[in-house]
């Protein structure tokens, strides 16, 4: 079987050229995080890339179906649908398509100032290079959103988005990220489970030993994993789910301020306000003042 870097039938391949990359980086957004090739192959069987000297940039490789493996570093990675690897710049690299199950990718290189803080974020480093990211419908979408901004040439618009557009990208991979140890899947599922129950309980007072019932542990057991997954404790997170609500209504309602408080489980409205204002430090009197986009007619 011949093997290709590129050249397949119905690829999509940008490269933003160096002068214009250039002109990117001068601008302090786009120096922060910018993608110089963005391009897309569907079933591509015999894809194969190797790097001797690697490239400037780093490379986020997305595998939307099929599979196929990357190697660097003196390791080898197994892509599977959902995942998404980061090989390092300037790194000796090769990738290839499976021959049986050949892979869906879409990739980018990355440029940035910013970039390796993302890494920190999605908990991608050289020794685990790979995260998975299940929502293949998010992940295309996401993808689109920064591949329409190089369609009207490279204005100063269209760089900005480009820049913005990725980070977008980066922040959708973050919030659908689930781990790849199957063994984790199930505590996740459980949370999120939780996480279902408040959203749609944000008019009840749900104790800590409710949610952690819903999940099938002890409380304490609940509230450990929970924390680690979310940054919060539970019940913490409830409370800003609930302010968050609250500040929608304060914006986009006339509802008294007692009203609010009652459609969200607190039937003391000074209790509420004194809670609304530890999260948002200001009163929720101030807060509709502030951001109402009611428009009161006279």
Request: a neutral charge.
């Amino acid at each position: 079987m011949q093997r290709m870097s590129e050249g397949f039938p119905g690829q999509r391949l940008i490269v933003v050229p160096p002068a214009i990359v250039e002109t990117a980086f001068q601008k302090p957004v786009c120096a922060s995080l910018f993608p110089t090739h963005i391009g897309m192959f569907q079933s591509v069987k015999g894809h194969y890339v190797k790097r001797r000297e690697g490239v400037p940039e780093s490379i986020i490789i997305v595998c939307l179906a099929g599979g196929g493996t990357c190697s660097f570093n003196g390791n080898e990675w197994h892509l599977k649908p959902g995942h998404m690897i980061v090989i390092p710049k300037e790194c000796e690299h090769s990738y290839e398509a499976n021959n049986d199950n050949p892979w869906t990718i879409f990739w980018f290189h990355v440029r940035g100032n910013m970039f390796s803080h993302y890494l920190e974020e999605l908990q991608i480093t050289e020794h685990e290079p790979i995260i998975n990211i299940p929502n293949i419908a998010g992940l295309m979408d996401a993808f689109e959103d920064v591949y329409q901004h190089t369609e009207s040439g490279f204005t100063h618009t269209s760089l900005l988005c480009l820049s913005t557009s990725l980070a977008h990208f980066l922040g959708i991979c973050k919030l659908y990220q689930r781990s790849i140890k199957a063994s984790q899947q199930g505590v996740e599922e459980r949370i999120e489970k939780t996480v279902d129950v408040m959203k749609k309980s944000l008019h009840r007072l749900l104790t800590l030993e409710q949610l952690a019932e819903i999940s099938g542990w002890s409380p304490t057991h609940y509230s450990a994993l929970f924390k680690a997954k979310m940054n919060v404790p539970p019940l913490e997170f409830f409370t800003r789910l609930k302010m968050q609500s609250a500040c929608d209504k304060l914006k986009l309602t006339n509802e008294p301020i007692q009203t609010i408080a009652a459609s969200l489980g607190y039937n003391d409205a000074f209790y509420f306000s004194r809670l609304f204002k530890r999260h948002n430090q200001v009163s929720p009197k101030i807060y509709r003042k502030a951001f109402s986009l009611i428009i009161e007619m006279y």
